[in-house]
């Protein structure tokens, strides 16, 4: 059983700053990437930026230079730092975490999702 969960969501002014973070627990033997996607209404659920295993870290373009992204690779943790932040922002953000258990199954598991809107 591994869960991610998330919390920082909330609402926030144009231009704006907010931090999402989101941890995962359980039954982990190592984290291979995380990243976190959105989701705004009527649209598709889109990536937003991720953190490889080695720190690597990638942005989609309509994010980078605002948004960055780290971890804590003892904590399981990861954080997105919002910056700047746009009408278009607004949307439920999902943490991602590539996985592999105690028992060798890997996979992807998601957060419960954290709603950012403007205020």
């Known amino acids: 059983q591994v869960q991610l969960v998330e919390s920082g969501g909330g609402l926030v002014q144009t231009g704006g700053s907010l931090s999402l973070s989101c941890a995962a627990s359980g039954s982990i033997a190592s984290v291979y990437d995380m990243g976190w996607y959105r989701q705004a209404p009527g649209k598709q659920r889109e990536l937003v930026a991720r953190?490889?295993?080695?720190?690597?870290?990638y942005y989609q373009h309509f994010v980078k230079g605002r948004f960055t992204i780290s971890k804590d690779n003892a904590k399981n943790t990861v954080w997105l730092r919002m910056d700047s932040l746009k009408p278009e922002d607004t949307a439920v953000y999902y943490c991602h975490a590539d996985i592999l258990t105690i028992d060798f199954a890997r996979r992807t598991y998601w957060g419960q999702g954290t709603q950012v809107s403007r205020r």
């Open positions: 953190i490889f295993e080695d720190a690597t870290t």
